[in-house]
């Protein structure tokens, strides 16, 4: 194992977090690391390991044992609780073990067991062919989140889908039954969209449904959800928003869409949007479905008002905005 040449270290290939409580082997085994490319942070027993690895995750971990290590083990692969999804093989270098411990160890998540005196180049080679395990667990890892995350999104606007905002809502409900806070809910729908795809085609009405989505975005907060509920309809779920609250938003989404100019080369056209509000406690909603129901109604309301509004669910029709003075319903310029 270690000799009295200088270390000559190999390139840099992974950092490993080496736990032992006698000196000697400590330093035999950290040569022999070093020399196969790790860095290497010695640590003397298991809290000082748990301490170590909250701080920062090394790519293995390995675990000197001068004892039976049986007793030891459970602590050890508890930290994988620690390291959540992350995948750190964990390698016990043994002075000896008995088969019964060794099978013991590797049904209890310990990745390899190497015994003393270990051939150095052994060693390298058992660590490398581990740390390939781990890369190609780790892109798996990426691919899946980045699954997950596209998952989320709807393609045509990069706004959130309406798989997400039922999650979410789910889960802001559950909050809301706990903490009787408020929670509001907007529904929004483009006015004769149709007729945008009809005067300049379908791939001008995507590039509106685009920018629309960007300015419902950029009007709302930052803990709103903003979704694409499907077609030409959005949604947004306002945690701890009153009704009025929520309202004076949907007037302030109504009057920025109406007053923005959406154009590209020679098309260019003016649209506007109806919304309906609700709110849990307003329209008794018994659970996120129904909350969806409530602001639909009060869509519908604003539809059958004459359109490019904002009507709130329960309140008596009076509550719903004044139409915007001019008449820019998808007009053609
Ligand atoms: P209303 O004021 O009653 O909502 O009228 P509307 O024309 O908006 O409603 P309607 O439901 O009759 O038409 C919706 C249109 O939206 C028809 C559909 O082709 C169009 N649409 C839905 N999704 C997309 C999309 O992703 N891209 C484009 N270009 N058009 C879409
Ligand atoms: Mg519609
Ligand atoms: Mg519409």
């Known amino acids: 194992m270690s000799d009295d040449k200088p270390i000559d270290p190999a390139p840099h290939v992974a950092d490993a977090f080496l736990v032992c409580s ?13 020399r196969a490319g790790f860095s290497v942070l010695p640590l003397k027993n298991f809290a000082a390991l748990r301490t170590a690895v909250r701080e920062r995750t090394p790519d293995l971990i390995i675990l000197h044992a001068n004892k039976a290590f049986g007793p030891e083990l459970a602590l050890y692969t508890s930290l994988r609780s620690v390291l959540e999804s992350k995948f750190v093989p964990l390698v016990v270098v043994a002075d000896s073990c008995p088969p019964e411990e060794e099978a013991m160890a590797l049904s209890a998540g310990v990745d390899a067991v190497l015994l003393m005196p270990f051939e150095p180049m052994v060693l390298s ?36 889908n309406r798989r997400h905002f039922f999650e979410r809502l789910e889960q802001e409900f559950e909050r809301v039954k706990r903490h009787k806070e408020n929670l509001s809910v907007i529904m929004l729908d483009v006015d004769h969209f149709k007729e945008v795809n009809d ?77 309906g509000v609700a709110e849990v406690k307003q329209c008794m ?34 509550t719903a905005s004044a139409p915007y003075t001019e008449d820019k319903s998808s007009r053609a310029e």
């Not at 006698?22 to 070093?34: C, E, K, S």
């Not at 909603?285 to 669910?313: E, P, T, W």
Request: one cysteine or more; glycine letters at 6%.
């Open 125 to 160: 080679a058992r660590l490398h062919s581990l740390l390939r395990i781990k890369a190609l667990h780790d892109e798996l890892t990426d691919a899946n989140t980045r699954f997950q995350e596209l998952s989320r999104i709807d393609p045509g606007t990069g706004l959130y």
């Open 22 to 34: 006698d000196a000697t082997a400590t330093t035999g085994i950290q040569d022999a690391l070093t």
């Open 199 to 275: 005067t300049h085609g379908h791939l001008f009405g995507d590039y509106v449904l685009r920018l629309l989505a960007g300015i419902l975005q950029n009007t709302s907060r930052r803990i709103d959800v903003v979704a694409r509920y499907g077609g030409e309809e959005f949604a947004f779920i306002l945690p701890s928003t009153t009704i009025w609250a929520a309202a004076s938003l949907a007037e302030r989404i109504r009057r920025t869409v109406a007053e923005s100019v959406f154009e590209k080369d020679d098309a260019r056209m003016l649209i506007t949007v109806s919304l």
């Open 285 to 318: 909603a018994a659970n996120s479905d129904h909350i969806v129901m409530c602001a639909d109604k009060a869509l519908l309301k604003a539809k059958a008002q004459g359109r490019n509004r904002m009507a709130v669910y329960g309140a008596n029709d009076r």
